[in-house]
């Protein structure tokens, strides 16, 4: 088993919706959708695998009485992160953190096509005995379900009223920022420019039978378009639509297969986020970017940040989410390879992917997608699991 080691060895935005009543339960035990905690990919991962499972074992005996609440001790000047943006986006960021501030940071990753639902799982089975200090979440839904299942601590930071409201818990549960968009990527050679499909609907379109694609909607930000989907929709159109999709469109495991069987031809068009876009862009395929529905606008999926309730180390993880809120987190994101939409009203530069014209953003109540997300998840697997 390897040993601990750091890491360093003006816009126009829709109106904020509305937050409904939330169901928020500290007892509610249940898993976030299908996945598993995966792999982990970090060189602290398998010591972190190993403290979730002594966790779950300590709290167990602590709860017989076998054990104090007191023999239990953390590592010193340590904030542990769960990330589900790609180590490659995420990792340079938090090594300049520990530089900046001397807090070892202990990451755990996941693999790319569950990893969202297989960290959020994680953080609901370590809920007794938190492992994870922060989460930090390259989409939205399942941050959402954390704070219903009540496993999330409030925390206002002092820059969080420079991101629109939308983007943003009004009890200061998560954070958003540095967004990507839910857009086609087009193979330019199988499609010219005025037969491109303009709408995420066209999946269902029976012109495209087996020439579009995208990934499973059980995970990631598919799965958070599957909600807000459902929450748009209605139920009964949303399910209609991905029983078409099913029967019309490839199914690929992941947005990053997605982009590259777009790139190498082996459909003509998908629906990907932009970081995956524009790396088939720069890497030289014959592809082009469309940014879809521009009557009700496209959906843009920001990251978030959130605090675990009884987290061990909350000051640390305080400190590491003012961090990466800053300006210039959001500047570097917004200019390296994934080229993340900035969110702040600090940040006046753009992403190289960003279209002139900019687009019209999707107005989108999230909380309302999460409330839908157990209707759409029971189709969903019902579909594509079957």
């Known amino acids: 088993m390897p040993s601990r080691r750091s890491l360093s060895s003006g816009r126009r935005w829709p109106a904020a919706a509305p937050s409904p009543g939330r169901s928020a339960s500290p007892h509610h035990q249940d898993a976030l959708g299908d996945g598993h905690a995966g792999t982990p990919a970090s060189p602290c991962a398998g010591r972190l695998a190993r403290r979730s499972w002594l966790a779950t074992l300590a709290g167990g005996l602590a709860s017989s009485g076998l054990v104090s609440s007191g023999c239990w001790r953390a590592v010193a000047n340590e904030v542990v992160v769960y990330a589900s943006l790609d180590r490659e986006f995420s990792a340079p960021h938090l090594t300049r953190f520990e530089r900046a501030t001397g807090v070892s940071v202990a990451p755990k990753y996941d693999v790319e ?182 009557d009700s606008g496209t959906l843009l999926i920001p990251n978030t940040l959130a605090i675990i309730r009884d987290c061990r180390h909350p000051e640390r993880a305080r400190r590491l989410v003012d961090y990466l809120l800053r300006p210039e987190v959001e500047r570097e994101l917004a200019a390296g390879p994934s080229a993340q939409f900035p969110l702040s009203d600090e940040v006046a530069e753009r992403p190289r992917v960003e279209p002139t014209p900019a687009p019209k953003w999707m107005e989108v109540d999230f909380h309302a997608a999460a409330e839908e997300w157990e209707t759409a998840s029971r189709v969903l697997r019902d579909l594509y699991e079957r």
């Open 113 to 294: 096509s569950t990893k969202t639902v297989g960290l959020a799982n994680a953080i609901l089975l370590e809920r007794g005995r938190p492992v994870c200090d922060l989460f930090w979440n390259n989409e939205i839904l399942h941050t959402l379900r954390l704070a219903r299942a009540g496993v999330l601590q409030p925390y206002r930071p002092p820059l969080a009223e420079h991101f629109p409201a939308m983007f943003r818990d009004p009890e200061g549960l998560w954070h958003g920022f540095a967004a990507r968009a839910r857009v086609l990527l087009v193979n330019t050679r199988q499609v010219p420019e005025p037969d491109r499909p303009r709408s995420v609907s066209a999946l269902a379109d029976p012109r495209w039978k087996g020439k579009a694609g995208i990934a499973k909607p059980l995970f990631g930000t598919t799965a958070t378009h599957a909600a807000v989907m459902f929450a748009t929709w209605g139920r009964a159109r949303a399910t209609a639509f991905f029983q078409q999709v099913l029967e019309n469109a490839e199914t690929l495991s992941g947005n990053k297969h997605v982009a590259t069987a777009v790139g190498r031809g082996q459909i003509a068009w998908g629906v990907t986020d932009t970081d995956d876009a524009i790396a088939e862009v720069e890497n030289g395929s014959p592809v082009a970017l469309v940014f879809p529905d521009p």
